[in-house]
């Protein structure tokens, strides 16, 4: 359960968005729309949220987003070329002026020794201009590493957006 600050800082991105007039989306995969949730909490935020994508499958992430099967093969779907491919392919399919992503690892299994538990990537783009990704390995259970990845990425979008 979030708490005030957790608001507070959901509710700091929407006033950033705002201000700048931007819209703005997201690709999730381990966080299973957990950032969008965080967003969508605060009331008026119809007036910056266009939408997301949860893009747990390599199906959806390729046939929705436009990641390509290319990077998928070369990368894997946890890495960073995957992470940037699917929140350009956000910004393409919904409009929004500023998207993020996020890929990752969230456990208790599916890890290996090259991408352990735990490990997530955070892409944030602003249209037409730059795209940022982060890689972290965040400790604690599946909850946790949710928890953090959707934090970060609401902290990166904070900071694209001001």
């Not at 929407?14 to 299973?32: K, N, P, Y």
């Not at 747990?56 to 990368?75: D, M, S, W």
């Not at 290996?112 to 783009?125: D, F, R």
């Amino acid at each position: 359960m979030p708490d005030v600050s957790e608001d507070l800082l959901s509710q700091s991105v929407g006033e950033a968005l705002l201000r700048r007039s931007w819209m703005v989306c997201t690709a999730e995969s381990c966080t299973g729309g957990l950032i969008l949730h965080r967003l969508t909490n605060i009331p008026g935020c119809s007036a910056y949220v266009l939408g997301g994508v949860v893009a747990y499958a390599n199906a959806i992430k390729r046939e929705v987003l436009r990641v390509p099967q290319a990077t998928l093969g070369a990368h894997g779907a946890v890495s960073e070329q995957t992470a940037e491919a699917m929140v350009r392919g956000a910004l393409d399919l919904f409009g929004a002026q500023v998207g993020v992503s996020v890929t990752g690892i969230a456990g208790p299994g599916g890890g290996s020794e090259a991408k352990p538990v735990g490990l997530t990537y955070i892409a944030v783009a602003v249209r037409g201009g730059s795209c940022h990704v982060e890689r972290h390995v965040w400790p604690g259970d599946r909850d946790a590493v949710k928890w953090a990845s959707a934090t970060r990425a609401l902290e990166l979008l904070l900071e694209a957006a001001t």
